[in-house]
């Protein structure tokens, strides 16, 4: 039984990894930019009937890099032909942009390839489980962890540790400065938005193998990715990491205590505790542009 218990906690922290990939690129493009991404969620379906697509002619690992730079220029092209029209605007109009934005892309979705959920088989150098003693665990979900690992470890170094990240981070606290320096924004929102959605499009191929492919399968993970910048903070990424490792803690422990079907009600309840205690989130960072 314990077993068991162990094992969807594990699960719930799986959960929180893809939750924390798609909402580190929904806190980076509304912190720099002020555009509240409801289209994120789209991308992340994108990505997961990229990897239908592109895995018979380039295999799964070809899928999970040509997938994400595919959505990557996808999103180039909706950066400069709609968000740069609304970076000055209330984000309100900016919610609107994307609700319509995600409709179009789902409805696409759903016109090409169907309503009809679609199997996505697992890679067969991924099968399989790992043995430690008594816990048995599976082979792809240890390799899905890994590799948001190492996306989320890539994206701080970036950040924190290159010429590009200072620059993005100086943005997201006060543009303005960066304006008196002759620094323009408009090139690093371009970067910053396709990285965002290449990120939630890589969550996408990697939960392909997990559940059926179809068109709504971005909506509860665009919902959850949203409780967890809202309990992490706006403009912090350990806070999306900590509110993303929590969220699944807690999805997990709900399941794990024979309650599945409160485990999203338990996330709902976690960021109106969270909101009341600290509105501005666990971690949130004063953002002049938007005070």
């Given at each position: 039984?314990t077993?068991?218990?162990?094992s ?5 922290l ?10 580190l690129?929904?806190?980076l493009i509304f912190s720099l ?6 289209a994120?969620?789209?991308?992340f379906?994108?990505g997961?009937?990229l990897?239908?697509v ?18 990557a220029?996808?999103a180039m ?15 309100l109009?900016?919610l609107?942009l ?11 979705l759903?016109?090409?390839f169907?309503?009809s959920?679609?199997a ?22 240890f ?5 948001a ?10 950040l924190?540790?290159?010429a ?6 100086a ?7 960066l ?6 924004l408009?090139?690093y ?5 396709a990285?965002?959605?290449a ?6 191929v990697l ?6 492919v179809?068109p709504?399968m ?38 794990g205590i ?21 509105p501005?989130?666990?971690?949130g960072?004063r ?5």
């Amino acid at each position: 039984m314990t077993l068991v218990f162990l094992s969807q906690l594990l699960n719930g922290l799986l959960d929180g990894f893809y939750y924390m990939l798609i909402a580190l690129g929904l806190s980076l493009i509304f912190s720099l930019g002020g555009i509240v991404n409801l289209a994120h969620g789209a991308f992340f379906t994108l990505g997961a009937y990229l990897a239908l697509v592109l895995t018979p002619h380039i295999g799964f690992f070809g899928a999970l890099i040509v997938g994400p730079l595919i959505a990557a220029g996808v999103a180039m092209v909706v950066e400069r032909t709609l968000f740069t029209r609304f970076y000055r605007e209330d984000p309100l109009y900016s919610l609107l942009l994307t609700f319509g934005l995600a409709m179009i892309i789902e409805q696409s979705l759903r016109w090409y390839f169907g309503a009809s959920p679609r199997a996505y088989s697992m890679p067969n150098e991924l099968r399989g489980q790992v043995f430690m003693r008594d816990f048995v665990y599976s082979r792809y979900r240890f390799f899905l962890i890994g590799i948001a690992v190492a996306t989320v470890a890539a994206v701080w170094v970036l950040l924190n540790r290159t010429a590009f990240g200072r620059i993005v981070r100086a943005g997201i606290q006060n543009p303005d400065i960066l304006g008196t320096l002759g620094i323009s924004l408009r090139p690093y929102l371009s970067a910053v938005v396709a990285i965002a959605i290449a990120i939630a499009a890589l969550a996408g191929v990697l939960m392909a193998p997990l559940q059926p492919v179809h068109p709504m399968m971005g909506v509860e993970v665009g919902t959850a990715a949203f409780v967890v910048v809202v309990i992490g903070g706006l403009g912090s990424f350990w806070g999306v990491v900590v509110a993303a490792l929590l969220v699944g803690l807690v999805k997990g422990l709900m399941i794990g205590i024979g309650y599945t079907q409160y485990s999203m009600l338990a996330i709902y309840l976690l960021m109106f505790v969270v909101l009341f205690l600290r509105p501005r989130g666990l971690f949130g960072e004063r953002i002049t542009r938007f005070e």
